[in-house]
């Protein structure tokens, strides 16, 4: 069925009366282009996309009331708002963000065009996503555009892609985003954010940074094995972090999320061998592990997965027996061409967003050591995917992110090839923030190395192209602004964008067990579950003593937080061929606003009622 001839007769009053607009007329039906981007950065077509292969596609549409939403978020989340710590329930929250009916409705009869009935469809809980599985023919018709095989030509990944889609004109109000269209970002985790330890890159930074303070200076009267110098363990970190004797609770329903992509598989043999090394009263406890997506859970050692391991071991050895949910989310490139089912393409990030928002009670605190460069995932995408997030927020669900290993520089490993070059056709040169780590409903975590720490060399930090930012860093982030050396770096990064990382944590020489071997790692990956865990903490006090959760935790942090956090004031993140940012007294960058202290957040929690 051709639409031209058909969406006439669909369109119904109603419709014309909420949204005023003129009676439809031929003109009306034509398709006018919704998204396009350009060509991204080291992806080549290989060619058309077979006719018969089936996508499933994500219609997003508008959230009328997402402003009711934000300022719910930010009321519940502000320690000196009436309404802090009174979350939302999830029915609550879903009527927030529930699409327009005229939209829902739009949207059925659009699809009904094609033949797709409610049968055919999916939606999220609140209705704001329509799923439905269409040959990529079909996607074509509908979306006026032409979708190619893309090769990475770095790693030969494939993709099936457009630059660009069509609606008709009367639907553009009612339909945000289609993806996977132009959607072109892989989300990566153990590629991007685990870094294995390099001496010689580490000896090489130490001899180019100023000197670092001795230990007594640094730490003050806390007490830190002279080892952790050398290798970060569980009672390193607790010592340093002024978590050492703090009993949390088995019974009180708290539960530390951590998220898994990508074939990460958690190795329960591996989970074992560390914690009888480092947390003998934690060996034989176990964890929720939750499938989504087909994601596996495979046991084979061979395949314990690097970053799932370190998540693992050092969220949830920090916090027992507080109690794990492990989600392995299934999904990844490469796509399977042959297969005439979706293997459930490469958004495997928006499946573990629907199925958590379906819960009644997901867990207080969840952690995520997966990220890319924020210009590979079109901003609508991006917006919608970061606004997803704050539903999560405003529930009590607090969500800390890794914000990424390559300092201001783009997701390239090798520092030489870090080209930093915009994707929007320009060729320019900029600092390449990350995603999701500059949405500005997360807590973003960057890194240190050594004790006493100083700022890591490949801490990810920077600004963000896509979300302006929040007023609750206004004045932390100008700040730093106003003592940036004059001119440095302008036009490389968005100086009125949201900035991260909020705050920081070790992420050097890790002590972990991987398929059965001890060895170090290290990454954004280590200091995003670590600051987790000590949220995780302060959530258990929070619960046994009668108190809501925390939530969101960015207002809280850049205002009582700051109390509570050490301040990193060495040490920078390089990249782009610069020596990126440098970590200053107060907020930068690079740490955020520094490392946590948990005995001093914990008071200041328990008075923040
Ligand atoms: C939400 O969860 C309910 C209950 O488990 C289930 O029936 C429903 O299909 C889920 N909805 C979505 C969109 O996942
Ligand atoms: C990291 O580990 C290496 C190798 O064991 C060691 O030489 C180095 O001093 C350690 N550095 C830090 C900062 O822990
Ligand atoms: C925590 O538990 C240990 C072992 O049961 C106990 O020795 C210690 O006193 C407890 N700490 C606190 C602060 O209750
Ligand atoms: C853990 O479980 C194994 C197998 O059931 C058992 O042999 C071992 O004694 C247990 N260890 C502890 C510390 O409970
Ligand atoms: C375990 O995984 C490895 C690597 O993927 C594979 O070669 C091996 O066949 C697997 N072993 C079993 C028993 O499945
Ligand atoms: C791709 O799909 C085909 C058809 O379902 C299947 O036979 C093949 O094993 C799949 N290939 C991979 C790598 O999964
Ligand atoms: C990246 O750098 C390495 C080593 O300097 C070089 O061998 C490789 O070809 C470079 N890759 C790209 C895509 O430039
Ligand atoms: C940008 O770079 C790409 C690939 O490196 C090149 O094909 C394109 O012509 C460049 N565009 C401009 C405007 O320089
Ligand atoms: C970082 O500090 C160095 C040395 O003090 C200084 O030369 C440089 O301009 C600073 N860079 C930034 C971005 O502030
Ligand atoms: C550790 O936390 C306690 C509060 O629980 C605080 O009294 C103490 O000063 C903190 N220690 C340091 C060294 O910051």
Redesign the pocket.
């Known amino acids: 069925m051709k639409l031209h001839s058909a969406w006439l007769a669909f369109v119904t009053l109603p419709f014309l009366r909420v949204f005023a607009v003129p009676a439809p007329s031929h003109h009306d039906c034509a398709h006018v282009v919704k998204e396009r981007v350009e060509p991204p950065r080291n992806w080549v077509p290989l060619g058309p996309a077979p006719a018969d292969h089936i996508l499933e596609l994500r219609i997003g549409l508008p959230q009328p009331n997402f402003h009711l939403l934000e300022e719910a978020l930010y009321q519940v989340s502000d320690p000196y708002h009436d309404r802090y710590g009174v979350h939302y329930s999830k029915e609550a929250v879903e009527e927030m963000v529930a699409p327009h009916p005229t939209s829902v409705t739009a949207v059925e009869e659009w699809l009904e065009t094609y033949g797709i009935g409610e049968s055919d469809l ?4 609140a209705g704001d996503w329509v799923k439905i599985r269409v040959p990529i023919a079909l996607a074509e018709e509908m979306l006026h555009t032409t979708y190619s095989i893309w090769a990475h030509t770095l790693d030969g990944d494939l993709v099936v892609r457009t630059t660009s889609y069509s609606l008709p004109q009367y639907l553009h109000p009612h339909i945000e985003l289609i993806q996977p269209t132009t959607m072109f970002a892989r989300l990566k985790g153990m590629k991007s954010t685990l870094h294995w330890p390099d001496h010689d890159e580490e000896v090489t930074y130490f001899s180019q940074a100023k000197a670092v303070p001795t230990l007594t200076q640094a730490l003050g009267s806390i007490q830190v094995d002279p080892s952790c110098t050398q290798t970060i363990t569980l009672s390193c970190l607790r010592q340093l972090y002024n978590a050492t004797g703090y009993n949390s609770s088995a019974t009180n329903g708290n539960v530390l999320g951590i998220t898994g992509y990508l074939e990460q598989y958690l190795n329960i043999q591996d989970l074992q061998q560390f914690y009888a090394l480092y947390r003998p009263d934690a060996v034989n406890s176990t964890f929720a592990y939750v499938s989504i997506n087909g994601g596996q859970n495979s046991q084979n050692i061979s395949e314990a997965g690097p970053e799932a391991d370190l998540d693992s071991q050092y969220a949830w050895g920090l916090t027992y027996p507080t109690g794990g949910i492990f989600y392995s989310t299934g999904g990844s490139p490469p796509i399977n061409l042959s297969a005439h089912t979706p293997t459930n393409t490469n958004e495997p990030y928006a499946e573990w967003i ?2 958590v928002l ?1 819960q009644t009670n997901p867990p207080q605190t969840i952690s995520t050591s997966y990220g890319d460069d924020e210009q590979t995932v079109p901003q609508s995408y991006a917006v919608r995917v970061c606004n997803d997030l704050a539903q999560l927020g405003a529930r009590g669900v607090s969500l800390l992110f890794s914000s990424g290993d390559f300092g201001v520089g783009d997701g390239n490993p090798n520092p030489a090839n870090q080209t930093c070059l915009t994707n929007d056709g320009r060729n320019l040169t900029r600092f390449i923030p990350d995603f999701p780590a500059s949405c500005p409903f997360v807590t973003t975590v960057g890194g240190t190395i050594g004790v006493p720490e100083t700022a890591v060399f490949f801490s990810g930090g920077g600004f963000s192209n896509y979300f302006p930012r929040p007023s609750y860093q206004d004045s932390a982030v100008t700040g730093y602004l106003s003592k940036l050396p004059p001119g440095l770096y302008e036009g490389l990064y968005n100086p009125n964008g949201r900035a991260y990382p909020d705050v920081s944590a070790l992420a050097y020489n890790f002590s972990i067990v991987n398929q059965g071997k001890l060895g170090k790692i290290g990454g954004t990956s280590a200091s995003g579950p670590t600051f987790a865990a000590i949220v995780s903490l302060l959530n258990d006090a929070r619960l046994s003593s009668g108190l809501p959760v925390l939530g969101f935790l960015n207002p809280l942090l850049y205002t009582k937080g700051i109390a509570g956090l050490t301040d990193i004031t060495m040490g920078h993140n390089p990249g782009c061929g610069t020596q990126g940012f440098n970590a200053t007294t107060g907020w930068d960058p690079v740490t955020g606003l520094g490392t946590p202290n948990f005995g001093m957040l914990k008071d200041i929690i328990l008075s923040t009622t």
Do not use: F, G
């Open positions: 999916t939606r999220s809980s629907d199925y379906n």
